[in-house]
């Protein structure tokens, strides 16, 4: 990408200068992933490292959620999203109200959390679990019926898999994996014989139910790195097979993929600007990130 060279060597430099760290998700464009990330991962890799980085500064590359919970993990430390606007359509989908009326409704019920929502939404949560992490999150509990919001279809697939546990849930949808559909997968299995087909668990369970695998975006990587199947299709956002096709260059990624306009929306450009500006720092009313932090915590000490 030679004429980004520039931002990638300017970002590098601000890095060293002001100890920077830049956390990217999976669904991060490769010249971003491949060039200036500190740290790659899912969403539960990205909080664990925000657990433990020792630098003064993190950038997150990815939504504001995920820059929300390195804020919660790091108090003391200042954290920038590049573009406030990155958002994500389930932390859109519930407010803290709704979650106490939940409570109201459900007396005694405790509440899982995807990470994937506002701070204020965590604080009124008994755990938070990520798509990595949640089938261990709800059996840890040791209850027969659990609150798992707001992402439906990532409750009912969870669901599928601990039938022994009713899963109450809320109509939070992720705008990119929703679309998909099982003639999707049939059709992608008609022109690409012997293709693995993996799906993100927040894909509707009846695209789930034609994957060969599913599971968080690291889980995915994992598979592809460990059984190197040759032809595959990642059916979730599209940067997650363009940048393991940079890695993995024996491998074939082939469609259905969708594109997350709020990961989309950070560039390398912003992400300069963050660490030369001090731009689009997160903060927390701290009284809410106490009871918020509470709820990430005890989700990274069970998992
Ligand atoms: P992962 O935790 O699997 O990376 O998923 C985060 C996300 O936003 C998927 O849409
Ligand atoms: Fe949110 Fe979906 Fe984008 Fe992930 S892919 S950040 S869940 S809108």
Not at 176 to 191: C, G, K, N, Q, Y
Not at 267 to 272: H, P, Q, S, V
Request: aromatic share 4%.
């Amino acid at each position: 990408w030679p004429l980004l060279a520039v931002d990638v060597e300017a970002i590098l430099r601000l890095k060293r200068e002001k100890n920077a760290t830049i956390l990217a998700h999976n669904y991060q464009a490769p010249e971003i992933f491949h060039t200036v990330a500190d740290i790659v991962g899912d969403s539960l890799a990205l909080a664990r490292e925000a657990a433990a980085t020792d630098a003064d500064i993190i950038v997150m590359a990815g939504v504001h959620f995920m820059a929300e919970t390195s804020k919660l993990l790091n108090p003391d430390k200042r954290v920038f999203i590049p573009d406030s606007r990155a958002g994500c359509s389930l932390a859109e989908s519930i407010t803290a109200a709704d979650v106490r009326e939940l409570r109201r409704r459900h007396p005694g019920v405790p509440v899982i959390t995807y990470v994937n929502t506002s701070a204020a939404v965590k604080a009124e949560s008994d755990i938070c679990c990520t798509s990595g992490n949640a089938l261990k999150i709800v059996r840890s509990l040791g209850v027969d019926r659990v609150i798992m919001l707001p992402d439906e279809f990532l409750a009912r697939n969870i669901a599928a898999q601990a039938p022994e546990i009713e899963v109450i849930t809320w109509a939070g949808h992720c705008e990119v994996h929703e679309l998909f559909t099982p003639d999707d997968i049939r059709a992608v299995r008609e022109s690409y014989p012997g293709v693995t087909v993996m799906t993100h668990p927040e894909c509707p369970p009846e695209v789930v139910a034609e994957a060969d695998f599913s599971g968080s975006t690291a889980m995915m990587a994992d598979f592809v790195a460990y059984k190197r199947p040759q032809r595959v299709a990642l059916v979730t956002e599209c940067s997650m097979g363009d940048n393991l096709a940079q890695q993995f260059r024996d491998v074939e990624f082939v469609k259905p993929c969708n594109l997350c306009p709020h990961m989309k929306r950070i560039t390398l450009g912003n992400i300069r600007a963050a660490l030369e500006e001090e731009q689009h720092e997160v903060h927390i009313d701290p009284l809410l990130a106490d009871r918020a932090r509470a709820a990430v915590e005890r989700m990274l000490a069970v998992a």
